[in-house]
């Protein structure tokens, strides 16, 4: 495979952006609707193990404490001014969260230590290189039995979310998201050995169609 290995893409691209990134992303995506949805995939348990790759501002993470206060989540992104953000809004909150900074393909945990991974809007910032990269390391990260629970842009589901998806190729790069518009994802997660592969749900949103699938490590 050629390698396709970029430079890092912030959340809207440009550093200087990032502080706009929460009030669009609530407007344009139906944040909170589908991030509670993605939460809803998975049956977390007390003292359980969750790591959410890609954290950005750290809405997700502050869901997944919220609904299950005796879980252990972990925020991971590759962006420190973001994780500052982070840390803010779960200080606020008034909830016990852990940061930390690192690249999505190269994580700095051990073998099997989450019981359950999450990820939004993370896929269709990778080339497709560093897609594959960050599927074995999830998939390395993730105990046996263990759910990955995704959330990102999918094939349109008409000609009007293909129109307006062009506003995230356009911003984040049509080499990282060409993949994301064909659908490929639910294929990848295939070939990297993951089973159970399901299309939760699928929303149409002011920039696209927005996908949430769930999968599992095989427990054996």
């Given at each position: 495979?050629?390698?396709q290995?970029?430079k890092?893409?912030?959340a809207?691209?440009?550093?200087?952006?990032?502080?706009?990134?929460?009030?669009?992303?609530r407007?344009?995506t139906k944040?909170?609707?589908?991030?509670?949805?993605?939460?809803?995939?998975?049956?977390?348990?007390p003292?359980?193990k969750?790591?959410?790759?890609?954290?950005?501002t750290g809405?997700l993470?502050?869901i997944?404490?919220?609904?299950?206060?005796?879980?252990?989540?972990?925020?991971c992104d590759g962006?420190?001014?973001?994780?500052?953000?982070?840390?803010v809004?779960?200080?606020?909150?008034?909830?016990?969260?852990y940061?930390h900074c690192?690249?999505a393909?190269?994580?700095?945990?051990a073998?099997a230590?989450?019981n359950?991974?999450?990820?939004?809007?993370?896929?269709?910032?990778?080339?497709?290189?560093?897609?594959?990269?960050?599927?074995?390391?999830?998939?390395?990260v993730?105990?046996?039995?263990?759910?990955?629970?995704?959330?990102?842009?999918?094939?349109p589901?008409?000609w009007?979310?293909?129109?307006?998806?062009?506003l995230?190729?356009?911003?984040d790069g049509?080499?990282?998201?060409?993949?994301?518009?064909?659908?490929?994802?639910?294929?990848y997660?295939q070939?990297?050995?993951f089973?159970?592969?399901?299309?939760?749900?699928?929303?149409?949103t002011?920039v696209g169609s927005?996908?949430?699938y769930?999968?599992?490590?095989?427990a054996?």
């Open positions: 495979m050629p390698s290995r970029s890092y893409i912030y809207l691209h440009y550093e200087w952006l990032t502080f706009l990134y929460d009030p669009l992303v407007v344009a944040e909170f609707t589908f991030k509670k949805a993605l939460r809803l995939q998975a049956e977390i348990q003292g359980q969750i790591l959410d790759l890609g954290c950005g809405t993470s502050l997944l404490k919220e609904t299950s206060p005796q879980a252990i989540i972990i925020g962006d420190k001014k973001i994780l500052k953000m982070a840390k809004k779960a200080t606020q909150a008034k909830r016990e969260l940061w690192a690249l393909y190269e994580l700095p945990y073998e230590t989450f359950h991974v999450f990820s939004s809007f993370l896929f269709h910032h990778l080339t497709r290189e560093n897609k594959w990269r960050t599927l074995r390391e999830i998939w390395r993730l105990k046996p039995g263990g759910g990955l629970h995704l959330a990102d842009w999918g094939r589901s008409n009007l979310m293909r129109l307006t998806f062009l995230i190729q356009i911003l049509f080499q990282t998201t060409g993949d994301n518009v064909r659908g490929l994802l639910s294929s997660l070939e990297a050995g089973v159970e592969i399901r299309e939760v749900r699928n929303y149409n002011f927005l996908c949430l769930k999968a599992h490590k095989p054996n």
